[in-house]
């Protein structure tokens, strides 16, 4: 399961920053949201099994409240999965 959280995280990541760094600048500078259409199911639905996850392999993992915590508001930061990736999912 620890895996799979891993994987979900990294690209839950990189969706995100795909859809806030080129496809959310296109739909407003460019006028074509087709890449905000392309990327955002995705993203939602990575999300939520990233929020999903986290609450699943909490216990294995032996995160404390602040740490769960922590895991879930870098959910919502651009870069912020990749930081659990490095600093909680490391060993």
Request: charged share 20%; proline share 3%; no cysteine.
């Amino acid at each position: 399961m620890r895996n799979v959280f891993k994987l979900v995280s990294l690209l839950e990541g990189v969706s995100y920053i795909l859809l806030l760094f080129i496809a959310v600048p296109l739909k407003y500078w460019g006028g074509d949201e087709q890449y905000v259409k392309l990327l955002g199911m995705p993203h939602g639905l990575l999300f939520v099994g990233y929020i999903i996850l986290a609450f699943l392999i909490k216990d294995d993992e032996n995160w404390t409240s602040n740490d769960f915590g922590i895991v879930l508001i870098s959910s919502v930061l651009p870069f912020g999965t990749f930081y659990i990736n490095k600093k909680y999912l490391k060993k």
